[in-house]
Nanobody, 121 residues
Framework: QAQLVESGGGSVQAGGSLRLSCAAS????????MGWFRQAPGKEREGVAA???????IYRSSVRGRFTISKDTAMNTLYLQMNSLKPEDTAMYYC???????????????WGQGTQVTVSS
């Protein structure tokens, strides 16, 4: 059974940085596509960044240049380095995985429980 566990969320002031981690287990195929999503209260879940097995990445325009998605295949861990954080980045952040490339669409098969990021002005 695939399991994704996020960590690294917290409260920071605007301009600060956080690094989110997503530990993956039970993914029997190493060729997984993975992504980070977020959902703020009262808003729909939105894609933030995604990465393919070969390292291809895609970013939401509002985070491009500030966020970096990466993965450590040996450790089965996905990361999201978030710099220059803004209050509008405040949300619950989720990681997701699938064998299909969904990009920033919320159609991934496996999801974590989320980690809260709060950015104060």
């Amino acid at each position: 059974q695939a399991q994704l566990v996020e960590s690294g969320g917290g409260s920071v002031q605007a301009g600060g940085s956080l690094r989110l981690s997503c530990a993956a287990s039970g993914l029997t195929d190493s060729d997984y596509f993975m992504g980070w999503f977020r959902q703020a209260p009262g808003k729909e879940r939105e894609g933030v960044a995604a990465i393919g097995p070969s390292g291809t990445t895609i970013y939401r325009s509002s985070v491009r240049g500030r966020f970096t998605i990466s993965k450590d295949t040996a450790m089965n861990t996905l990361y999201l380095q978030m710099n220059s954080l803004k209050p509008e980045d405040t949300a619950m952040y989720y990681c997701a995985a699938d064998v299909i490339w969904w990009g920033l669409q919320s159609r991934y098969n496996y999801w974590g429980q989320g980690t809260q990021v709060t950015v104060s002005s």
